[in-house]
């Protein structure tokens, strides 16, 4: 069964830049499509960015769009979201979910469609 683990969360000031990382054991990510979802507290969980199999397609919020980028590497069975001039509003725990393919990015990010397995979560925090 495959394992999610996000990794690179912390405390950051507004305007810096944390990368993190969604890393899988117990098989690979590139048959799946890989989202970033959030949840602040006393919030709903919401959609960050989404990418294909292949890394062709993506989908970002437009909270995040210009500031985020997504990317994996299949290789080394990870995906990445680069995360840059952060806000205290970004202040989150992040997750990744992955997701059957056929339902494309939009879908995943949006809807959770077609979302299998999640990870556990990590927490970003933007204060000064």
């Known amino acids: 069964q495959l394992q999610l683990v996000e990794s690179g969360g912390g405390l950051v000031q507004p305007g810096g830049s944390l990368r993190l990382a969604c890393a899988a054991s117990?098989?690979?990510?590139?048959?799946?499509?890989i989202g970033w979802f959030r949840q602040a507290p006393g919030k709903e969980r919401e959609g960050v960015s989404c990418?294909?199999?292949?890394?062709?397609?993506?989908n970002y919020a437009d909270s995040v769009k210009g500031r985020f980028t997504i990317s994996r590497d299949n290789a080394k069975n990870t995906v990445y979201l680069q995360m840059n001039s952060l806000k205290p509003e970004d202040t989150a725990v992040y997750y990744c979910?992955?997701?059957?393919?056929?339902?494309?990015?939009?879908?995943?990010?949006?809807?959770?469609?077609?979302?299998?397995?999640w990870g556990n979560g990590t927490l970003v925090t933007v204060s000064s």
């Open positions: 979910a992955a997701g059957l393919p056929q339902y494309g990015v939009q879908a995943m990010c949006v809807s959770t469609n077609g979302i299998t397995y």
């Open positions: 117990g098989g690979t990510l590139r048959y799946y499509t």
């Open positions: 990418i294909s199999i292949s890394g062709g397609s993506t």
